[in-house]
């Protein structure tokens, strides 16, 4: 989670940094809501919006120009590629890793956007009501879903397995909403910015990529040598599930968690 909402609540160290990002969530609230004619919504968008949507979806756009020439707020280009990429895997050989190391690869660059588009926001001093939420859906995709279909790739595949990693998947949505609401509430320091994270942050979910591309590495995933790391419970049954998946779930209740506090950097 990037530093965008903290730019919008009074992460400015002068006042009048503050008033200068007031005008310009005004102004853009102003666009989004009055029929300004073709692509308002394009207009409305800040530079460190743009750098969101490389951690949601864009395709190599540099510009607002070429942004205007496709559907704009398509959230998930690094994690989107990663989704892709491990469907990819699915339907290839079990053999043939080079779809899912590219697919495991996309993750921490969205990590990359993710931290670029709040330090874009603070140099330019402008923070953005829709870039918040941008920001939000990006993670969701790239540090939520992503993950959690790589893991369906490497072989958490039963009914079980799927339920666990949805839960997953809904902590990661549960947590980002919670942010949303709760940021203005968590206590700051001196410059405005807040002084913890409350739950884990959603990429911290590059823990759990990090321990699949070993996974990888090792050959213990399914059709892998070694087959998933843990191996499997009640196989053939319907509670047919590999112990492994607890790492998710693990994961999850400490995202959603109101105890643990991580302080920010």
């Not at 009914?159 to 997953?168: K, V």
């Not at 996974?215 to 196989?235: A, N, S």
């Amino acid at each position: 989670m990037s530093l965008r909402a903290n730019a919008a609540n009074g992460g400015g160290e002068k006042r009048s940094s503050s008033s200068l990002s007031e005008r310009s969530e005004e102004k853009q609230k102003k666009l989004l809501e009055s029929d300004a004619g073709h692509f308002s919504m394009i207009k409305a968008l800040h530079l460190a919006d743009l750098i969101t949507e490389l951690n949601g979806d864009s395709t190599l756009l540099f510009s607002r120009v070429v942004f205007a020439l496709i559907p704009p707020l398509r959230l998930g280009f690094c994690g989107f590629m990663s989704i892709l990429s491990s469907m990819r895997y699915c339907l290839g050989p079990s053999d043939s890793y080079g779809p899912i190391w590219a697919a495991l690869a996309f993750m921490p660059f969205g990590l990359f956007f993710d931290f670029m588009d709040g330090k874009v926001a603070r140099w330019r001093g402008k923070s953005s009501l829709m870039g918040q939420e941008l920001d939000s859906l990006a993670d969701l995709v790239s540090f939520g879903v992503s993950p959690a279909v790589c893991a369906f790739a490497l072989g958490l595949r039963t009914p079980l397995d799927t339920l666990f990693l949805s839960f997953f998947v809904l902590c990661g949505l549960t947590r980002l909403a919670r942010f949303n609401v709760t940021v203005a509430n968590v206590p700051k320091d001196a410059t405005g910015k807040s002084k913890y994270f409350e739950g884990t942050p959603i990429p911290t979910s590059l823990g759990i990529v990090a321990a699949m591309a070993w996974c990888v590495w090792t050959r213990q995933v399914e059709g892998g040598e070694l087959g998933v790391v843990g191996g499997v419970w009640g196989e053939g049954g319907l509670a047919e599930f590999h112990p492994i998946v607890g790492v998710f779930v693990g994961w999850g209740c400490a995202m959603v968690s109101r105890t643990i506090h991580i302080p920010k950097p």
